[in-house]
């Protein structure tokens, strides 16, 4: 079992950065991938970025690639979404999961293939 508990949602301006945090309980972390979602008012949850186990595999949605950077650190238990020149459209709430199969080599970003979720922390950009 993991429990994910997601921080660093705010108010930004666009134009403006954010970092956001999810901290990961649990000894099976370093194997999981691990992804972040948004779900918008009304809107259906989508995929944003996601990190395989090591680290050394990325990928994002089009819609942020270039602004947000996913990465990990294995001895923190702890995986961020730096978030730069953030947009009106990424308003949401952002949501931490983790791919249960240990060392997952997939690429699929359905969320159906994520078996462990935070309850999601709330990001507002202004225009």
């Known amino acids: 079992q993991v429990q994910l508990v997601e921080s660093g949602g705010g108010l930004v301006q666009a134009g403006g950065s954010l970092r956001l945090s999810c901290e990961a309980s649990?000894?099976?972390?370093?194997?999981?991938?691990m992804g972040w979602f948004r779900q918008a008012p009304g809107k259906e949850r989508e995929f944003v970025a996601a990190i395989n186990w090591s680290g050394g595999i990325t990928y994002y949605a089009d819609s942020v690639k270039g602004r947000f950077t996913i990465s990990r650190d294995h001895a923190k238990s702890t995986v961020y979404l730096q978030m730069n020149s953030l947009k009106p459209e990424d308003t949401a709430v952002y949501l931490c999961?983790?791919?249960?199969?240990?060392?997952?080599?997939?690429?699929?970003?359905?969320?159906?293939?994520?078996?462990?979720w935070g309850q999601g922390t709330q990001v507002t950009v202004s225009s």
């Open positions: 649990g000894r099976t972390f370093s194997s999981y991938r």
């Open positions: 999961a983790a791919d249960g199969r240990p060392y997952s080599s997939s690429y699929d970003s359905r969320a159906q293939y994520y078996d462990y």
